[in-house]
């Protein structure tokens, strides 16, 4: 991002923190904020090596309470406050719900995958979330981003599990706007549609959601070339998305809480 664009978003020196910013969507998130002479914190458990005197890593289990909670005070530590958090940190575990088939097979959903999807895309909103807002809501004014899917808006075969934690992110989204507006913070959502590939597109993720669309993994790749669906005729790339939350991030946006709004190309239903 240019710096006359830099200036005009207006969160140069602003204090972020991002959940799983070591790859795929928050990498880029993180990439841009930087660009944009921002403070960001990356809670991730992995580390990308990134070395910037605006940028801090905090290795963080966002699962767990002490994690989330050590992530925002190493934050507050080290940059002296947190003015914004994007809950980005998710997984897909693509399963079906039953399988005549193979009724107790490995692409049928059970409670541990279950288990582990809600815990990291929605336990791990509400442990962060609770955290930052503390800080938020004494200084009376912040930004939560929290992001969520198409697929939690429209639904996606193979992707049950997956698109009921992203609805429940929505009802987070509306339900936190409601509540924290008394206190100037902002909650709003940003749900991306078809990407260009992350590393979250791996072969056994691949070989779940083919098997849910009774497919090939070969007939699956070929699908995601077929932009055919969407208006603006391909697919989105990551650095849109991560455009989209550096302006909800801003005071540009001021007046913006409540809504998750899709990134998609037009992509919709009809």
């Known amino acids: 991002m240019s710096e006359n664009n830099s200036s005009w ?10 959940t799983g910013g070591s790859s795929g969507i928050g990498q880029h ?23 910037d005197s605006n940028f801090l890593y905090v290795k963080t289990d966002v699962t767990k309470k002490t994690d989330a909670d050590n992530a925002v005070s190493e934050a507050v530590k080290h940059f002296g406050t947190v003015d914004g958090l994007v809950n980005n940190a ?33 336990k791990s909103v ?42 429940a992110i929505n009802g987070f989204t509306r339900a936190w706007a409601k509540e924290l507006g008394q206190y100037n913070v902002r909650c709003i ?15 056994s993720y691949e070989e779940g959601l083919a098997y849910s669309r009774h497919k090939t ?3 699956l790749r070929a699908g995601y070339a077929n932009t055919s669906t969407i208006p603006l005729g391909r697919s989105g790339k990551l650095v849109e998305v991560a455009n989209l939350v550096a302006f909800f991030l801003s005071d540009r946006a001021g007046y913006m809480t409540g809504q998750t709004v899709n990134v998609s190309g037009g992509k919709s239903r009809g």
Do not use: C
């Open 90 to 122: 998710g997984i897909n575990i693509p399963r079906v719900l039953v399988d005549p088939v193979d009724p107790d097979g490995k692409y049928v959903i059970d409670e541990a995958n279950y288990d582990k999807m809600f815990a990291v895309n929605v």
């Open 217 to 219: 993994v070969e007939q």
């Open 29 to 51: 998130i993180v990439n841009e904020l930087l660009s944009d002479g921002s403070k960001v914190v990356n809670a991730d458990l992995k580390d990308d090596g990134r070395k």
């Open 189 to 203: 959502g940003v749900a991306p549609g078809v990407l260009e590939a992350t590393g979250l597109r791996t072969l």
């Open 126 to 167: 509400f442990l962060m979330s609770s955290a930052v807002a503390k800080v938020l809501a004494k200084q009376k004014h912040g930004v939560i981003v929290n992001m969520s899917s198409e697929s939690g808006l429209e639904g996606s075969q193979g992707a049950g599990m997956y698109s009921g934690t992203k609805g």
């Open 9 to 18: 978003l207006g969160i140069d020196g602003k204090v972020f923190v991002v």
